[in-house]
C-alpha cells in the first residue's frame, strides 16, 4: 500500500507562485514515475505533469509547460510541483499519483496511475 499526502495549497492572485509537494508513505515508490494532475468543477482530472523514477524525464500538458515545474527528491520521493506566473484557469484540485506497476518509465495515462492523493485546493482570482 502506498499513501500520499499533497500540501501548499491556497488561494492567490493571477501571477503569484505556489509550491505544492506530495509526501509518500508506505511501501517504497523509489522506481516509479510520478504525477500532479488537477480537476475543476465540472470537468474531468486531467494531466498536469509526469515525471520518471529519478525525475530526469518529465513531460508537461501545453496548458503549464514554461510555467510549471515538476521535480522529484530522490532521498524521499517527496514530488514537487512549482507553479509561476498562475492564471485564474488553473483553478482546481491538484492531485498527485503514482504509477507502483512501472518501473523506471513514463506513465501519461490516468488509468495507470493507482495511487492518488487526496487533492489540494488551488484558487487563482483575478
Known amino acids: 500500500q502506498v499513501q500520499l499526502h499533497e500540501s501548499g495549497g491556497g488561494s492567490v492572485q493571477a501571477g503569484d507562485s505556489l509550491r505544492l509537494a506530495c509526501v509518500p508513505s508506505?511501501?517504497?515508490?523509489?522506481?516509479?514515475?510520478m504525477a500532479w494532475f488537477r480537476q475543476a468543477p465540472g470537468k474531468e482530472r486531467d494531466l498536469v505533469a509526469t515525471?520518471?523514477?529519478?525525475?530526469?524525464?518529465?513531460y508537461y500538458s501545453e496548458s503549464v509547460e514554461g510555467r510549471f515545474t515538476i521535480s522529484r527528491d530522490s532521498a524521499t520521493n517527496t514530488l514537487y510541483l512549482q507553479m509561476n506566473s498562475l492564471k485564474p484557469e488553473d483553478t482546481a484540485v491538484y492531485y498527485c499519483?503514482?504509477?507502483?506497476?512501472?518501473?523506471?518509465?513514463?506513465?501519461?495515462?490516468?488509468?495507470?496511475?493507482?495511487?492518488w492523493g487526496q487533492g489540494t485546493q488551488v484558487t487563482v482570482s483575478a
Open positions: 515525471t520518471n523514477w529519478n525525475g530526469g524525464a518529465t
Open positions: 499519483a503514482v504509477d507502483t506497476r512501472t518501473n523506471y518509465g513514463m506513465t501519461y495515462v490516468t488509468p495507470e496511475f493507482d495511487y
Open positions: 508506505g511501501r517504497t515508490i523509489a522506481l516509479n514515475p
